[in-house]
């Protein structure tokens, strides 16, 4: 089994900063990528952004420049630096990380989530 422990949410003011991070543990045999998704309250849940080993990254457009998003393989975590926040940024955020189970299997993974608020 596998579990993602996500870390970093809270409230804070329009053009602050938050830092969030997600650790994978259990029976890892190989990750192909690790990210980030959000979901608003009414809304679909959409990619933030999104880090493959190979180092390739993916974000969306209304995150590109404020929001880095960065791993740290050998600890299995990857982290998501928020910076300029603004209050559409308000949703809980989702850790996912593809991995292989198995020799055939290949499975995405997902955390629990975290609320982060930005007030006006």
């Known amino acids: 089994q596998v579990q993602l422990v996500e870390s970093g949410g809270g409230l804070v003011q329009a053009g602050g900063s938050l830092r969030l991070s997600c650790t994978a543990s259990?029976?890892?045999?190989?990750?192909?990528?690790m990210g980030w998704y959000r979901q608003a309250p009414g809304n679909q849940r959409e990619l933030v952004a999104f880090?493959?080993?190979?180092?390739?990254?993916n974000y969306a457009d209304s995150v590109k420049g404020r929001f880095t998003i960065s791993r740290d393989n050998a600890k299995n975590t990857v982290n998501l630096q928020m910076n300029s926040l603004k209050p559409e940024d308000t949703a809980v955020y989702y850790c996912?990380?593809?991995?292989?189970?198995?020799?055939?299997?290949?499975?995405?993974?997902w955390g629990q989530g975290t609320q982060v608020t930005v007030s006006s």
């Open positions: 996912n990380a593809n991995l292989w189970t198995g020799a055939t299997e290949r499975k995405d993974y």
């Open positions: 880090r493959t080993s190979g180092g390739s990254t």
């Open positions: 259990g029976r890892i045999f190989s990750v192909n990528a």
